[in-house]
């Protein structure tokens, strides 16, 4: 248990950059404790204390603002930002590493028993106000923009806006790419995956294409000059120090305040 509980801190470190200690986290941050105390419910609930289990989810509520039907399944290193507003249903199922900010909805469209709530894959971020309602899956990795309205399947990594919501873009192997090579050079590319037209973040992706390319070429010469007894060497390419990036690092976190500050 306990070290569920440190894995859960440890994801809200990951994921708000306004988060500055483990009390701080323990005490202030309402949707690590509307998720301990659903695990609680989800318990009773399954052992068949149906009431005792709606109990402690409308004391959670009350504490938190945030509703979480005890039936609802959700998985590890689930992290709710802010909170206030956020409603899941009964049937709802939620992978591993899922984000939601304030005001989502996870929800049902019928009055039917049995499966009537969303499936969210692994990795899937739901921004503030959108409602996702319907018993379908949002594939792994999967964004859905502030105040979209999602009745319908959504494919994996792919990104959903408007209402009602339509995809604008599926995840490409040049993304897939690019965040390999960021991750390859010790960097966190903060907005590099952003939807938003940020003029840095064009100026990191174009730069990350060209290593990429150079890379390759590089290699691509050094197999054929191995492929003729060429000795090229077996030396990596040098690692970067964590302190050279420091200051970008923290200039990229503070930036985007719209909903994990």
């Not at 941050?29 to 609680?40: F, I």
């Not at 990596?236 to 050279?244: A, F």
């Amino acid at each position: 248990m306990f070290e569920r509980i440190r894995e859960d801190v440890s994801s809200v470190f990951a994921r708000d950059p306004a988060a500055r200690n483990t009390f701080e986290v323990l005490t202030n941050y309402p949707g690590l404790h509307a998720l301990l105390l659903h695990r609680l419910a989800h318990k009773v609930w399954l052992a068949g204390f149906k009431w005792l289990a709606r109990c402690i989810s409308t004391f959670s509520r009350w504490l938190t603002g945030i509703e979480i039907h005890p039936g609802a399944t959700i998985g590890r290193r689930f992290f709710i930002d802010h909170g206030m507003g956020v409603v899941i249903g009964e049937t709802a199922e939620i992978g591993d590493d899922v984000t939601l900010y304030q005001g989502v909805t996870l929800g049902g469209t019928t009055l039917n028993k049995g499966k009537r709530h969303p499936t969210l894959g692994n990795g899937v971020i739901v921004g503030a106000g959108a409602k996702v309602l319907g018993p379908f899956t949002v594939g792994a990795n999967a964004k859905v923009g502030s105040n979209a309205v999602v009745t319908k399947a959504v494919p994996e990594g792919a990104t959903v806006v408007g209402i009602p919501g339509r995809i604008i873009r599926k995840r490409h192997v040049d993304e897939a790419r690019r965040q390999a090579m960021a991750e390859k050079m010790g960097f966190d590319a903060y907005a590099v995956t952003s939807d938003m037209p940020d003029p840095t973040a064009q100026a990191i992706t174009a730069m990350l294409d060209h290593l990429h390319a150079v890379e390759f070429r590089i290699e691509t010469m050094c197999q054929a000059l191995r492929e003729k007894g060429v000795d090229c060497g077996e030396a990596g390419l040098p690692k970067l120090k964590d302190e050279d990036f420091e200051s970008v690092s923290v200039k990229q976190h503070k930036a985007p305040a719209t909903e994990g500050a």
